[in-house]
């Protein structure tokens, strides 16, 4: 959506109002860098002051992270989101691991309910580009294409407050993905999921769910205590 100009009273309060209602539309997605300050200040027809002080808030309430000389970025959807994820990166890997297996164990049952063949071929791309970055022992890749295939399965559930919450922990999933494949040697064969696309595919919510608990468990396994 466009941003609007404001009118020159409660500045601040306008300028955090439009652009939570950017992220809050998904027009900036999370992990998205925003427009600079300046570009803010031009588009609002405010003063950068102005900008910095409404950006600075929603940073503080979790919604976006500043990052010095690379620009401000989304950080979480919303204000539950930014508080979920600054807790989230306060627990351990086995804490984080346990969150997952509770959200993903519930999305591959109902993803195996309520797919549709779109859901069903970006599952199966995902998988293909995750086998084959495994194959060639790429772990950024693999991280990268494994997260993707967690990420297909959630939006097949086309449950949007569990698609918003697993949004809000991408980072933290992300991690945990990273942490494990990172840490397998490099003879492993890996984990595979394949059963759990083949249970989404046939429409199995209780061989799906088993899937997705036995990865799981395995990646508990794998983190230790």
């Known amino acids: 959506m466009p941003l609007a100009s404001t009118r020159r009273t409660g500045l601040v309060d306008q300028v955090i109002s439009q652009l939570r209602a950017q992220i809050d539309s998904g027009e900036w997605a999370v992990g998205d860098r925003i427009p600079t300050e300046s570009e803010l200040s031009e588009q609002l027809e405010v003063g950068r002051n102005t900008v910095r002080e409404a950006v600075r808030a929603l940073a503080h309430a979790g919604l976006l992270e500043i990052r010095q000389g690379a620009g401000t970025f989304v950080r979480a959807s919303s204000e539950l989101g930014g508080a979920l994820r600054r807790r989230l990166e306060r627990s351990r890997l086995r804490e984080n691991l346990e969150v997952r297996r509770a959200l993903e164990m519930e999305a591959a049952r109902l993803a195996a309910l309520r797919?549709?063949?779109?859901?069903?071929?970006?599952?199966?791309?995902?998988?293909?580009?995750?086998?084959?970055?495994?194959?060639?022992?790429?772990?950024?890749?693999?991280?990268?294409?494994?997260?993707?295939?967690?990420?297909?399965?959630?939006?097949?559930?086309?449950?949007?407050?569990?698609?918003?919450?697993?949004?809000?922990?991408?980072?933290?999933?992300?991690?945990?993905?990273?942490?494990?494949?990172?840490?397998?040697?490099?003879?492993?064969?890996?984990?595979?999921?394949?059963?759990?696309?083949?249970?989404?595919?046939?429409?199995?919510?209780?061989?799906?769910?088993?899937?997705?608990?036995?990865?799981?468990?395995?990646?508990?396994?794998?983190?230790?205590?």
């Open 115 to 225: 797919h549709t063949e779109e859901d069903l071929a970006e599952i199966d791309r995902a998988i293909g580009l995750r086998e084959a970055a495994w194959r060639e022992r790429d772990m950024s890749a693999f991280v990268e294409t494994d997260f993707a295939f967690h990420r297909a399965v959630v939006n097949a559930t086309h449950n949007s407050l569990l698609i918003e919450l697993y949004d809000d922990i991408a980072q933290v999933v992300y991690d945990s993905i990273a942490h494990t494949a990172y840490g397998q040697p490099s003879t492993d064969e890996g984990i595979d999921h394949n059963g759990l696309a083949e249970a989404i595919r046939s429409g199995d919510a209780d061989r799906a769910l088993r899937e997705a608990a036995c990865y799981l468990d395995e990646l508990l396994s794998l983190a230790g205590e």
